[in-house]
């Protein structure tokens, strides 16, 4: 880890409004691919991104002179246009107002990556209620 920048780690969690089941699994990668290019663009730096349909998981490191709250809407609000922009039967599509984060150590990221890239799995194996949508 260099020692002449530093960054902070962060595990961010958000929902789509109302929990709505809008990311299937036939566009999820191209979801996370549009979050990934945010952060880039507003100099984060992303290390994993996964999710399931109705949440997704952020790993990402931000400068230590950006706020989580800046990052975080920068993500969400720009994200928010893309999907609807890209997916025409997503009109509806919104994120909730809130979200999750947590920091954590860099000598955890290995574990949070698999953790992460693995949501599809780990909540196949949890009892999920039927699916809201039509």
Known sequence: ?????????????????????????????????ILWEICIENGMKPHAIGGVDDHIHILVSISATMTVADAVWKIKGASSRYITQRFSHLTDFRWQNGYAVLTFDYRALPRLVRYVRGQREHHRHRQRPSKPRA
Not at 8 to 32: C, M, N, P, S
């Open 1 to 33: 880890m260099p020692h002449s920048r530093y960054f902070l780690f962060y595990h961010i969690v958000f929902a789509t409004k109302y929990r709505e089941w809008f990311i299937d699994e036939g566009i999820e990668q191209a979801v996370w691919n």
